[in-house]
């Protein structure tokens, strides 16, 4: 584990450089050499790990299987729904040769005879594959649903990056569904988006907006796409995953048709709904510190760091005695981590496990040893206290629990202050300008949309599920609305 | 769960047939669009994500750590390290381009003004841009070894291609490690073969022969390279896994330098190893029969099918209320699937299982019931036995374990009569004509090796462990040899 030294900006001085320096402070991710592109570094893939161990858990518990559909795509395919490539995939990765070879340099260059007679893409994302594969498994009523989901890399290529939030490739899971009626379809993406939801409350302590997006901001291929919409500390929203309900607009262009009950032809109902590493990024600008990252424990890959404090005496012993005591009555297997380097001080190693946001460091020395006790640090509040080794197991249980529940509290917290209810255009430039989530009435109008994203930078987030119909008149046109829709700035 | 009414061609028959009917009558897989690549199919997925689950732990036991690095490699890594790119690497997909556009005909075509100045290499494997970040990773002695694996898709362009076999893009683990001295990267390169040799022996009940490959065989950037070889029922070889002592290499192309105790600039010694979805190939190989798919118990998705025999009866409702206590009693979870679709003959389950792989089949009728029985119909033996529903658990577990072993043996026992030892060089050709594995002295000399390849198509898979030395004569030169090696016709 290498030791890094650097120091944090703060969140007031320089939002978008703290967020760069979390993260490398944390190692949990740097640059690749290709513009655009990450590596995901040990630290960081494990929270990853966790993520897709817990999400995977759900999606199968939802009935869905897991599968593997091929990175490259014909273009060909892309021509077949091509509203949904007007959207994002235009910006992608193409294949065209398939050799290398040696010049008479002795350097290695692209052969010019290894042409592709189609041009491949790398999959932005994977409907038009795996529409493909569906319209050969499909049949019969009796072929459906079909409820796969994927876990891969996909390809966008990005000119302004940035670690996790945005970058070329990335890791995600997409799922891919098709149903027999417009009915069980909307059911599977309301479903899906709710599996969502909760894993981010419950697992990574995020409190978010879930919604549907207007017609400008959905995904081009859908006939609705859902969203859950998270607040950063800096006022700005995070689309944290999204749901499509996609009709049958990719039925038709791949010609997925069943028997139904009634031995009649219909082209099938379509879902498709991801959740990306995107999410690593929202997690750390939800609940990290000018100190560095902070993990909500239930996603920490380590949950406890215990430091050994050794002065060269003979007590030493001692101490490393206790230390393997501890680790036996803990039972925390790889979420406990001892930290008993020689060649790093106290305060480095504090500093190290704070910046990694590890929810708990134990001390233990010589001193802590006689009182049969051990120092309990955590890293949301600083708080240290002195605990009775008797006693650990429960006081760790409980203080994991509560900074949980704590961290989703503020996180709820933080986005109900920070969301205004603005009744005209002057409030709302202002309560956007301070980097807020608005509430405000709007025409339902595309242009109006534009308009207000123009003159602002906000979009509108989504269409709040939680937002009652009431009437009003539109925050920048004064057409009449009927509901209420959040806007804001967002990555 | 489609249905499929193929027939299995016979291994007597047409064994390159069969291979691919048993994937098919299985449903694991299917060709993909492009050329080359495959649809891994959720049968065929859920068998490589218990391959991962088991794999991943054994490589964290043994102190690895995942991480995730690009897909895109520039092509100037390429000229770094070339040897490695003249053993295979050439046969890469290439980026040119990064955006498509829409023409004027309203296609969507590849944006000409999008042109990468650089090409981009889709990774074969990823030893350049991983050695890349370790350049920068590794400064001191403290931060060795550096010990990573990753789990990703790679591609190598592919003419001929076999589903799982030989795809141009295919699944893998790739574990690249970076040591302080040589002594310490052998060991580790021989580790993880033990490793590998280990997983696949435990769980896929495969017997393979471990050895050393000979220089023409070696990966093309290796010092040596280390092998299991798994003999297939028609006595081909699988290279099934591979583990590479990379020496320096790497360190010396990449500068991967590091301050020693002394304080003196060295570089590392390095390893890399892999397994990847080709094993699926060599497990489907290895243990099925004629009538498809059979999978051993510790690898196999479902491990027991529970098929309740309805009759339309009063009794029907016993039935099935024994189905939901045998399922409760058996706490196999998904491991136990309950087959009670309504439009499908027995005759046509009991096939759809069979061809499946599944390891049991229980049948329960009123006949059964009214015994408090359950007929037990295993895969590999197709036996078939009355056993009472109170010993069920026990016979179950029994029966698992016994058919793990029995295919071990099996595959063990293949190995042992399918290999000769020959002394001459008319031996030799009628052994590997007859399609066997072959031992016989080899006088170490590359232009031996080429000429036995060109004149029978067998290859030396490997120097193997076990033999001892002794003092021969090669084969096919009559110089002086010191061991026998393993020659065969591999995949």
Redesign the interface.
């Given at each position: 584990m290498?030791v890094k030294n650097n120091k944090i900006s703060t969140r007031k001085d320089d939002y978008s450089q703290w967020y760069l320096d979390v993260i490398e402070a944390a190692d949990l991710a740097?640059y690749?050499?290709?513009k655009g592109?990450?590596?995901?570094?040990?630290y960081g893939?494990?929270i990853?790990?966790n993520i897709q161990s817990i999400l995977n858990a759900k999606i199968?518990e939802t009935g869905h299987?897991?599968?593997?559909?091929?990175?490259?795509?014909?273009?060909s395919?892309?021509?077949k729904e091509?509203s949904h490539?007007d959207g994002f995939?235009?910006?992608?990765?193409?294949?065209?040769?398939?050799?290398?070879?040696?010049n008479n340099k002795?350097?290695?260059?692209?052969?010019p005879e290894a042409k592709l007679e189609e041009?491949?893409?790398?999959r932005p994302t994977s409907e038009t594959?795996i529409n493909?594969?569906f319209s050969?498994?499909i049949?019969s009523w009796?072929?459906l649903p079909v409820l796969?989901n994927q876990w891969?890399?996909v390809?966008r290529?990005e000119m302004r990056t940035r670690p996790f939030l945005r970058t070329s490739?990335f890791?995600w899971q997409e799922g891919h569904t098709a149903h027999a009626t417009e009915i069980e379809a909307e059911q599977e993406a309301e479903k899906m988006l709710g599996v969502y939801n909760d894993f981010v409350r419950d697992y990574l302590a995020m409190s978010v907006v879930a919604g549907k997006k207007s017609e400008s901001e959905k995904f081009a291929g859908a006939k609705h796409t859902y969203t859950i919409e998270a607040m950063m500390q800096d006022g700005k929203a995070l689309q944290s995953a999204t749901s499509h309900n996609l009709g049958q607009n990719f039925a038709k262009a791949f010609d997925i048709q069943f028997l139904d009950k009634e031995n009649k032809k219909q082209y099938v109902w379509q879902t498709s709904w991801g959740m990306s590493t995107r999410i690593i990024g929202g997690l750390i600008m939800t609940h990290s510190d000018d100190s560095g990252l902070v993990l909500p424990p239930n996603i920490a890959p380590i949950k406890v760091v215990l430091i050994p404090i050794l002065n060269g005496s003979d007590t030493d012993q001692n101490v490393l005695k206790m230390v393997k005591k501890i680790k036996d009555i803990l039972k925390l297997k790889?979420h406990l981590e001892v930290d008993d380097r020689d060649?790093l001080s106290m305060g480095m190693k504090f500093n190290i496990w704070e910046k990694k946001g590890v929810p708990i460091r134990l001390e233990l020395g010589a001193k802590e040893l006689e009182k049969g006790s051990v120092v309990l640090a955590r890293r949301d509040t600083k708080d240290k206290i002195l605990v009775n080794i008797d006693n650990l197991a429960k006081v760790i249980k409980d203080t994991l629990e509560d900074m949980q529940n704590e961290l989703s509290k503020k996180s709820e917290q933080n986005r109900i202050k920070n969301t205004k209810i603005v009744n005209n255009w002057e409030d709302f430039k202002k309560a956007i300008e301070s980097e807020k989530f608005v509430l405000a009435h709007w025409s339902g109008e595309a242009s109006v949309e534009a308009k207000i994203k123009k003159e602002t930078g906000a979009t509108i987030r989504c269409l709040p599920f939680d937002q009652k119909k009431e009437n009003g008149k539109c925050v920048y046109s004064g057409k009449a609305s009927e509901q209420r829709v959040l806007f804001a700035k967002a990555y």
């Open positions: 290498s740097e690749g050499p290709v592109t990450m590596v995901i570094k040990p893939y494990a990853w790990e199968k299987k897991n599968a593997y559909f091929p990175l490259l795509i014909p273009k395919f892309f021509n091509a490539v995939a235009k910006e992608c990765a193409v294949v065209t040769h398939y050799r290398l070879k040696n002795g350097e290695i260059v692209v052969d041009e491949l893409i790398i594959i493909h594969s050969q498994w049949n009796r072929d796969i891969a890399n390809l290529w490739e890791l790889d060649n």
